[in-house]
C-alpha cells in the first residue's frame, strides 16, 4: 500500500462520543500535518508533528487531541465535539519540515456530528 | 497577515474552451507555491511547485505561471475530466505552515 491512508473515511458521533481518526503514511516522509477542510473555507491547519514531537498548534481547543506515536502514524482523538466540528479531516505528510517538497494528502475523514 | 487569494470562485467552461485561474498573494519571504486539484470526496492531489518568479511548470493541458504578487494556472483546451477545484497554497520561508487560497471550482461540460 502507498501514498497516505486515512480510516475511517466516514464518521458519526454524537456529542459526548469519544473516537479517533487515523492517518498512516507509507511515503517514509518525517513530518505530518492534521488539516480541517469545511465548506466554503480554507483548508486550515490545526497540527504539525516533526519525527513525532508536536511543533505547531494552531490554537486548536483541547477537544482535539493529536498523538503521533511514530513517524508513520498520526492519530487525532476527538471528545465532546460540537455540531461545528463536522467537516472533513485531512493529513498530509511530507520529506522533512519546512522543505520545498509539496504535502501529500489522504483522502480524509468526513466526520459529522450530531 | 498572509493571505492567498482564489478568483474566480467557480468556473464553467465548455470543453475545448481554454481559461486561467489566478492566485494572489500577501506572503513576506515566498518559499513555494503549490498548486493542487481536488476532486469530490478526495484530498488535494499536487500538481506543480513553483520557487520563483517567472519559472513556468506544464502537465498536460495545465500550465502553471509565478509573478511576484500572482500565480496562474492555464487550462488549455480542457477536458470533462479537468473538471476539480483547484487549490492554491504558499509556503513562507519562516514558519512551517501552507497558507491555502479558497479554492477555484472548475466545471468543464462536454
Known amino acids: 500500500e502507498t501514498g497516505v491512508t486515512q480510516t475511517p473515511r466516514h464518521l458519526v458521533m454524537g456529542m459526548t462520543n469519544k473516537k479517533s481518526l487515523k492517518c498512516e503514511q507509507h511515503?517514509?516522509?518525517?513530518?505530518m500535518y492534521w488539516y480541517k477542510q469545511s465548506a466554503k473555507k480554507p483548508l486550515e491547519l490545526m497540527f504539525v508533528?516533526?519525527?513525532?514531537?508536536?511543533?505547531e498548534n494552531n490554537s486548536v481547543p483541547s477537544r482535539f487531541s493529536p498523538e503521533c506515536p511514530n513517524s508513520s502514524h498520526l492519530f487525532l482523538h476527538l471528545h465532546t465535539l460540537q455540531p461545528e466540528d463536522s467537516a472533513l479531516y485531512l493529513c498530509?505528510?511530507?520529506?522533512?519540515?519546512?522543505?520545498?517538497?509539496?504535502?501529500?494528502f489522504g483522502d480524509g475523514t468526513r466526520l459529522s456530528i450530531l | 497577515e498572509d493571505q492567498v487569494t482564489q478568483s474566480p470562485e467557480a468556473l464553467r467552461l465548455q470543453e475545448g474552451e481554454s481559461s486561467s485561474l489566478n492566485c494572489s498573494y500577501t506572503?513576506?519571504?515566498?518559499?513555494?507555491l503549490f498548486w493542487y486539484r481536488q476532486d469530490p470526496g478526495k484530498g488535494p492531489e499536487f500538481l506543480f511547485t513553483?520557487?520563483?518568479a517567472g519559472e513556468e511548470k506544464e502537465k498536460e493541458r495545465l500550465k502553471a505561471t509565478l509573478t511576484k504578487k500572482e500565480s496562474f494556472l492555464h487550462i488549455t483546451a480542457p477536458k470533462p475530466e479537468d473538471s476539480a477545484t483547484y487549490l492554491c497554497?504558499?509556503?513562507?520561508?519562516?514558519?512551517?505552515?501552507?497558507?491555502f487560497g479558497g479554492g477555484t471550482r472548475v466545471l468543464v461540460k462536454p
Open positions: 498530509a505528510s511530507s520529506p522533512i519540515l519546512q522543505g520545498d517538497q509539496p504535502q501529500h
Open positions: 511515503l517514509g516522509h518525517n513530518a
Open positions: 508533528y516533526s519525527l513525532e514531537e508536536r511543533v
Open positions: 506572503v513576506s519571504g515566498l518559499r513555494g
Open positions: 513553483l520557487y520563483s
Open positions: 497554497a504558499v509556503h513562507k520561508a519562516a514558519g512551517n505552515k501552507l497558507t
